[in-house]
């Protein structure tokens, strides 16, 4: 019953979320794994974690760009980043992943929010949604050829859009990719997409930050974040500075745009000309460590080599997965063909027992992945066939014990409790043996392995559950049948078979006759023997 409303209660959850299997891994679903090494762009001094560590998550935001899910980039000896993305070619994924990070500086010169009814009006920190000044709206029509290269920045500054650009701003939207060029305008979101931006040519770019830092300061109760230019980038900023800040919005904003996305765009309200902003707002701590990081990335001198390349086609993880599925199949048929062979009828137990557990590990996978993105690999399958066998040495020892209090002279009812509380303390130890194994595995392991461990942990857990409210309810039930519990010789548990009487299995006690001393005789394991105790 319990188990029951357990399985009721995941498979109401998978409905809600219009999920009934698993998600796969890279292995299985097909996909590209990269390995880049990293190195300073002087070639020259060792890279630091935080380094690296802010290169993964740039990494990271590129990859979840993509759209595909359970993508996974990991930071790996110090040096190396592994990126793994299901269904994307190797040449595709090594061009998004391999560039270094773009950070840029843009003047905004329109915005809008990004809703099914996007409406021109007021946007946060604004009285309208601003327009800029003298743009007709015009058929869209092929942009003309950029040069790559960074304008000087009077050009950039003195840069108005055309009609032509305002036309494909109202028609663009979050989902379309627009050319990001250094020398042309710009059309793209914020990285939540709630709003987009028609941009300007670059002003400045991401290499000039010198250092950014985010805190509350003293005296005050808000978050700012704090960036410091160097010498280019001060004299530049402020230019740009003294040119926006008598501007109505969005013109005096600035966006900080990485990978073409806005990242933000705070508004001018001062000339600053000493090379040190500060960006106020509702930052809330991480937010605001969040911008501080995404302005030191462009700072960061970092470069990238494709070390390894491998690539998984979908027709090889199909295989894959089919190959794992049936030798899932086999292990459990041969489990159950023992069952069925070895302990007879105590094999229902055996087979409804699994059956359980499959059912509650297949909706617990699929559930795990919705929630928290657990993509089932080949390691996980493998971990989850090693687990049909946990379940069946539970399974051995309950029954084996039981089979021993019966020799031991009690009923076999009386058995069936006894059996479970002296079984029940070596199932615990040896599942928590299996538990701890797959803790410290999934610990130290990295990769594919990590699937393993979890699954093998996952089904360890599942298996205890299963034999405590379920497995040991139903040995008790069968043992009140007339099959089970008076030891039919097709139950598994007939007296012969354990070599013991039938009224010693049926707990009926039988007057023992005296010798000729006058001492009584009892019987112990279904034979007579002469007892030296007086009755």
Known sequence: MIFTLIAAALYGLMALANTWKPRLGLDLAGGSTITLTASNTNGQGSISPENLEQARMIIQQRVDGLGVGESSVATQGGSHIVVSVPNVGSDDLTKMVGQ??????RNVYQMAPVTPYAQPSATPGASATPTAPGLPTAPAKARGKSTGELLD????????????????????????????NPDQPLMT????GTAKYLLGPVVI?????????????QGDLQTVVNLTFDDKGKKD??????????KQQ???????????K????PAIQSAILNGQARISGSFTQKTGQDLANVLNYGALPLKFDVSEVQTVSPTLGGEQLRAGIIAGLVGLALVVAYSFLYYRGLGIIVVGSLVIATVITWATMTLLGTSMGFALNLPGIAGAIMAIGVTADSFIIYFERIRDEIRDGRSLRTAIETGWKKARGTIVIADGVSLLSAVVLFVLAVGAVKGFAFTLGLTTLIDMA????????????????????EGHKWSGLDAEHMGVSRNSLLGIRTRTPRTSDGRRTRTRRGQVATSTEEA
Not at 100 to 105: G, V, Y
Not at 154 to 179: G, I, L, N, S, V
Not at 262 to 265: D, M, Q, R
């Open 250 to 260: 969005p013109l005096n904003q600035n966006a900080i745009v990485l990978d073409s």
């Open 153 to 180: 920045l009077k050009t950039a500054m003195a840069f108005q859009p055309t009609a032509e650009d305002a036309a494909d701003f109202e028609k663009f939207d979050c989902k379309q990719e627009y050319p990001d």
């Open 189 to 192: 979101c914020d990285r939540e």
């Open 262 to 265: 806005v990242v933000s765009a």
């Open 466 to 485: 299963i034999v405590f409210w379920f497995t040991k309810p139903l040995m008790s039930l069968l043992g009140r049948t007339k099959f089970f519990g």
């Open 205 to 217: 770019e991401g290499k000039h930050v010198k250092e950014a830092s985010s805190g509350v300061p």
């Open 100 to 105: 270094t990070a773009q950070l840029m500086f």
């Open 237 to 246: 900023f402020g230019t740009v500075t003294t040119a926006l800040v008598n």
